[in-house]
């Protein structure tokens, strides 16, 4: 009876090496999640302001197209406008050059009516 209660004591004692070996793989391996996780959420949060950045600079790009395209837009109702002016403006030389033209054709302006 003796020798089984030495024989249990043994076990108790290296059952209780065992479980302090246990203790410290469980204690590293957490230690190594928590690294783990941190380096994660750098990379995460690296990317995530990459990506910020890359948004915001699309933003001002589409900013800027659009400030461009506005000015092109002015610049051609401006055009139009000038053109529109030139073109409803009178304009003696032609009228004579018209008149010639007609008139070489054998057309008086009582004939073709009034051009304008």
Do not use: C, W
Not at 30 to 45: D, F, L, S
Not at 58 to 87: G, I, P
Request: charged share 30%.
């Amino acid at each position: 009876m003796l020798q089984g209660i030495k024989d249990a004591e043994a076990r108790l004692a290296q059952l209780a090496v065992q479980t302090t070996a246990v203790q410290a793989n469980l204690q590293d391996l957490q230690q190594q999640v928590v690294e783990k996780k941190q380096e994660i959420t750098a990379a995460v949060e690296g990317r995530l302001a990459n990506l910020q950045e890359q948004v915001i600079a699309q933003e001002a790009a589409v900013v800027n197209l659009d400030k461009k395209m506005l000015k092109q837009k002015k610049k051609a109702e401006r055009t139009e406008k000038t053109l529109n002016e030139e073109l409803s403006a009178d304009d003696p030389m032609m009228d004579r050059l018209l008149d010639g033209v007609f008139a070489s054709m054998g057309y008086t302006e009582d004939s073709i009516g009034h051009r304008r």
